[in-house]
């Protein structure tokens, strides 16, 4: 498989890796792997053509599309709270080193801030970037895409309570570039995933039944996007 890349700025590269998207993220001293793809590649190769400088990993979650190429890596940052999903797949291997909401990446001329988003997992980060005003990576925003909800760790309250944390800081970016589905998406679509989300809890939006990977699932449209759950409103 052939890895795409699009150039998001003269720093920052998306990569794109069949369904998913995985970034690298370059200051003057250091740059910063997003992810590493679905496919198992050398991604290290694939951060070389981009950038001399020596480069870090950090995962915005532990799902097996994120973390195949982690492999290359003898260690990577992780929120700790998303150990337990790395290690469920095959690609869990190497060392966890923890990263927390509020930790930078000083990259050389370049901060990246880790903010905790939990509810597609409960690990899930995504990074700010201050000065360019965007976020980089992640899954819990996504439009005209499908938000994973199914299955263990995954968790709608949680997810609510992640985005509304998120909007927080929605004074200090104006788009995100997430790993799938349409990039980048202006800020705005996540009041709308919020509303979606909480409608869904509060059974206002009926749920499809479908199957998914071999798993019985109910289909939510919110139209921005899509949810794939295994439960419908609140129990």
């Known amino acids: 498989m052939e890895l795409k890349t699009t150039i998001i700025d003269g720093r920052t590269w998306a990569i794109e890796d069949g369904g998913v998207r995985f970034f690298v993220a370059a200051g003057t001293d250091r740059a910063l792997m997003i992810d590493s793809g679905m496919s198992g590649m050398d991604v290290r190769a694939a951060a070389a053509e981009l950038t001399s400088l020596p480069v870090d990993l950090v995962n915005t979650h532990g799902d097996l599309d994120h973390v195949a190429g982690n492999r290359g890596f003898s260690s990577f940052y992780m929120h700790p709270s998303e150990a337990p999903v790395y290690h469920h797949g095959p690609a869990g291997t190497g060392t966890i080193l923890p990263v927390f909401e509020g930790d930078t990446f000083e990259l050389g001329g370049r901060t990246l801030e880790v903010i905790h988003v939990p509810g597609h997992t409960p690990g899930s980060i995504t990074l700010l ?80 039944p479908a199957e998914l990977h071999g798993f019985p699932i109910l289909t939510y449209d919110i139209g921005v996007c899509r949810f794939f759950c295994d439960r419908m409103g609140k129990e």
């Open 129 to 208: 970037d201050r000065e360019a005003r965007y976020l980089i990576g992640g899954d819990p925003v996504q439009e005209d895409g499908g938000i994973y909800m199914f299955g263990p760790y995954r968790d709608m309250e949680a997810y609510c309570l992640g985005l509304a944390h998120l909007l927080e800081y929605a004074d200090a970016f104006d788009v995100v570039y997430p790993s799938h589905a349409k990039m980048p998406v202006d800020k705005e679509v996540i009041g709308k995933l919020l509303a979606g989300a909480e409608d869904i809890l509060s059974g206002k939006i009926p749920g499809e």
